[in-house]
């Protein structure tokens, strides 16, 4: 037997409690990438070379979204999401609420982040052809099961 992948059998989803939510299996996605921030593991060395290994505790990191630029979930992201945690209506509280799950259906393996927020608002490009954009997100905890 064969293991297989395919970007076709990944879903990620996008949840904010005032926002609502929006999920796409690819479509008009380019990829997704997912990063932990925190190094997990420091090496202290002594003089006489002996090693002090500390486990270090965070589980905080960055998603990066490219989509196209036409696609409906960066309008979502822009239009619905961006521009509500941005605007005079949301309060301090709205700008990290947003989680993201992204599951792996072929080997039922999922990623959650919570405490999202954005690094910035994705560039906007405008050229003669259509182009692909990149969501940098932050994320306060990221899990993986």
């Not at 996605?29 to 090693?51: F, L, Y």
Request: hydrophobic share 35%; aromatic share 8%.
């Amino acid at each position: 037997m064969y293991d297989v992948y395919s970007f076709n059998d990944v879903t990620c989803s996008f949840s904010h409690e005032n926002v609502g939510s929006k999920s796409t299996t690819g479509a008009g996605t380019g990829s997704i990438a997912v990063s932990q921030a925190t190094t997990k593991t420091e090496h202290n060395v002594s003089a006489d070379g002996r090693v002090m290994i500390s486990k270090v505790a965070g589980d905080n990191g960055t998603v990066a979204v490219n989509v196209q630029q036409t696609s409906e979930i960066h309008q979502w992201l822009q239009k619905s999401w961006y521009n509500y945690i941005n605007g005079s209506g949301s309060t301090t509280a709205d700008w990290a609420a947003m989680a993201i799950t992204i599951k792996d259906n072929n080997s039922d393996f999922t990623i959650t982040c919570t405490g999202v927020s954005p690094e910035k608002p994705a560039d906007i490009p405008y050229q003669a052809q259509g182009q692909m954009v990149t969501w940098n997100l932050m994320a306060a905890e990221i899990t993986r099961e």
